[in-house]
C-alpha cells in the first residue's frame, strides 16, 4: 500500500473537485485533508493581516492511500488532467508502504 500526499495551490472548490474525483477512482482506500482543521484567529489589526500569505487562493494537503503503484500512477494522471482543468498547481509527496 502507498501513501501519496498532495499540496493544491488553489480555491477551496479546487480542492473539493479533487478530493471527489479520487473518491471516484478505483483503487483508492482513503483520502483525507490533512491541513487547516483549525480556523485562523488572525486579527484585522496584526502586524501579519494583509499579507501575501493571507492572500490568494491558499493551499490544501490530502493524504491518498492507494493499493498499489498502478493505482498511485491512475492518481497522478487523473489529478494532473484535471489540474490543467482548474488551472491549479499540485505537488506531491510519496511514502511506499
Known amino acids: 500500500m502507498a501513501l501519496l500526499r498532495l499540496r493544491i495551490t ?10 471527489d ?3 471516484s477512482i478505483e483503487g ?7 491541513d487547516d482543521l483549525m480556523p485562523h484567529m488572525d486579527d484585522d489589526d496584526s ?4 499579507l501575501s500569505d493571507d492572500i490568494g487562493p491558499g493551499t490544501h494537503e490530502l493524504e491518498v492511500e492507494v493499493g498499489n503503484a498502478l493505482g498511485a500512477q491512475r492518481v497522478r494522471d487523473a ?3 484535471l489540474a490543467l ?12 508502504g
Open 21 to 23: 474525483l479520487l473518491q
Open 79 to 81: 489529478v494532473q488532467e
Open 10 to 19: 488553489g480555491t477551496e472548490d479546487d480542492a473539493r473537485a479533487i478530493t
Open 28 to 34: 483508492i482506500e482513503h483520502v483525507e485533508e490533512t
Open 85 to 96: 482543468e482548474l488551472d491549479v498547481f499540485v505537488e506531491y509527496e510519496q511514502d511506499e
Open 47 to 50: 502586524s501579519s493581516a494583509g
